[in-house]
């Protein structure tokens, strides 16, 4: 079992930066794949980055390449996501999520394991 907690969000201006962190209980997140995700109002929750066990492999959805950031440091059970250059587009709660690093790993469906999400604000 993992869980996972959220810190991190809130309101900002465009352009401005943002980082989320989401802490994991247990002793096994060095095994899991850890992601985020985003999801605004009337919309579906969609895709935002995600990284493997050891951190040398990262994936981001189009609209955040260049932008957003994912990091992980698995000797303190955390991801983290830096988001610069901020959006009102952006805007929406974010969800990091975790599951064990096999299969596939970009549809919210793959992922077992959910934070409570935190609300992200870009004011334009």
């Known amino acids: 079992q993992v869980q996972l907690t959220h810190s991190g969000g809130g309101l900002v201006q465009a352009g401005g930066s943002l980082r989320l962190s989401c802490a994991a209980s247990?002793?096994?997140?060095?095994?899991?794949?850890m992601a985020w995700f985003r999801q605004a109002p009337g919309k579906e929750r969609e895709f935002v980055s995600t990284?493997?066990?050891?951190?040398?492999?990262?994936y981001y959805a189009d609209s955040v390449k260049g932008r957003f950031t994912i990091s992980r440091d698995n000797a303190k059970n955390t991801a983290f996501l830096q988001m610069n250059s901020l959006k009102p587009e952006d805007t929406a709660v974010y969800y990091c999520?975790?599951?064990?690093?096999?299969?596939?790993?970009?549809?919210?469906?793959?992922?077992?394991?959910w934070g409570q999400g935190t609300q992200v604000t870009v004011s334009s």
């Open positions: 999520a975790a599951r064990r690093d096999s299969g596939t790993y970009f549809s919210p469906h793959d992922y077992g394991y």
């Open positions: 247990g002793r096994s997140f060095s095994a899991y794949r």
């Open positions: 990284i493997n066990w050891s951190g040398d492999r990262t």
